[in-house]
């Protein structure tokens, strides 16, 4: 047996589709553009990848965009000071701080400065408190594209088991929430792990869902799941190749190629989870522009 593929790369060119047609639909209407502000702080190479991806993105889809190249030395003050000055632009529909910053900057307190009804990537408190809530609120995207993912290939997830390896606030901690919590898609029964976890396979062989969030290349291993597993691998990770011309291969947190003849479902790495959390990132920003989830 063999794992069928989701495929993520398909998944968000069709979700593209949709909201390039929705934006245009709303600038027939005679509104703006749906603008996008990225704020990039430093020189950091996979930064500068992501916020490129996201730039292409934004312009295949119609949403106008800008990323705003801040020196690392930046202090908090006046990096939100800058985040300020766009809160009060009612030019500016979506506000996206690129992780991580340079260390001096404090993470949670530069995420608290932006506007919540900005806040594209969903990771301000106030839409990390509405997703527990059950309440509209702008999700992180990563979780929410495989929610997207699980949902057009039509797999379960009510009162499944589903189990989370990883606990960030960004991807794992808001997955958990999602799959147990979310009225429409979720309502699984969820086990989330973390580091300290002991024995991590008592909880993930027993998982009928297995998303993987834990940055550790190849952490789960095909003794770990049981027969017919569905798994979502979020994991990029670079591994040293010499074969490859530049010196290294992506690979995920799954070790794929045994986990496949077990699992029903699988994503790969690349080209499952990543399309989406920049696809998921153009519809929020839609949202934002029309003012969808906050109308005030
Ligand atoms: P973090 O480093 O912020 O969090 C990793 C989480 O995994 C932590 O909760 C950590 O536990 C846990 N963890 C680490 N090692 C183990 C282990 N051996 N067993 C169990 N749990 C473990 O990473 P992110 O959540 O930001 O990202 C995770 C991975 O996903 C990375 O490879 C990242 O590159 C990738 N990623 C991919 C995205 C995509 O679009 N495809 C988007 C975002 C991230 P503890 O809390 O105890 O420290």
Redesign the pocket.
């Known amino acids: 047996m063999s794992a069928e593929i989701i495929d993520g790369r398909k998944v968000a060119a069709l979700l593209r589709e949709r909201v390039q047609e929705d934006v245009q639909e709303w600038c027939t209407k005679g509104n703006r553009r749906p603008f996008l502000q990225v704020i990039l702080v430093g020189d950091d190479p996979a930064s500068i990848v992501y916020t490129g991806t996201k730039t292409k993105a934004c312009m295949e889809v119609g949403i106008e965009t800008d990323t705003m190249v801040l020196q690392d030395t930046i202090s908090e003050f006046e990096l939100k000071e800058i985040i300020q000055s766009c809160n009060a632009n009612d030019e500016i529909d979506g506000i996206l701080v690129q992780m991580p910053l340079p260390s001096h900057l404090s993470q949670h307190s530069v995420i608290e400065a932006i506007d919540h009804r900005k806040d594209v990537d969903g990771f301000h408190p106030m839409n990390v408190g509405r997703l527990s809530l059950n309440q509209p609120c702008f999700k992180s995207?990563?979780p929410a594209?495989i929610m997207e993912l699980l949902k057009h290939y039509s797999i379960p997830v009510k009162s499944q088991h589903a189990v989370v390896?990883?606990?960030?606030?960004?991807?794992?901690s808001p997955m958990a929430v999602m799959l147990s919590r979310e009225n429409s898609s979720g309502k699984a029964t969820t086990t989330i792990?973390?580091?300290?976890?002991r024995d991590?396979t008592a909880h993930t062989i027993h998982a009928d869902i297995l998303i993987v969030?834990?940055?550790?290349p190849h952490?789960i291993k095909a003794e770990m799941v049981k027969q017919g597993v569905v798994v979502i691998d979020?994991?990029?990770?670079r591994v040293a190749d010499e074969t490859n011309e530049k010196g290294y291969r992506l690979v995920g947190?799954v070790d794929y190629d045994s986990v496949k003849k077990k699992a029903s479902w699988i994503t790969p790495v690349p080209g499952?989870?990543?399309p989406?959390?920049v696809a998921m990132l153009m519809k929020n920003t839609l949202l934002a522009a029309k003012k969808s989830l906050y109308p005030n």
């Open positions: 995207c990563t594209g390896v990883g606990a960030s606030n960004i991807v794992g792990c973390h580091k300290y976890t991590l969030a834990a940055g550790q952490l979020v994991g990029i990770n947190d499952g989870v990543g989406m959390t």
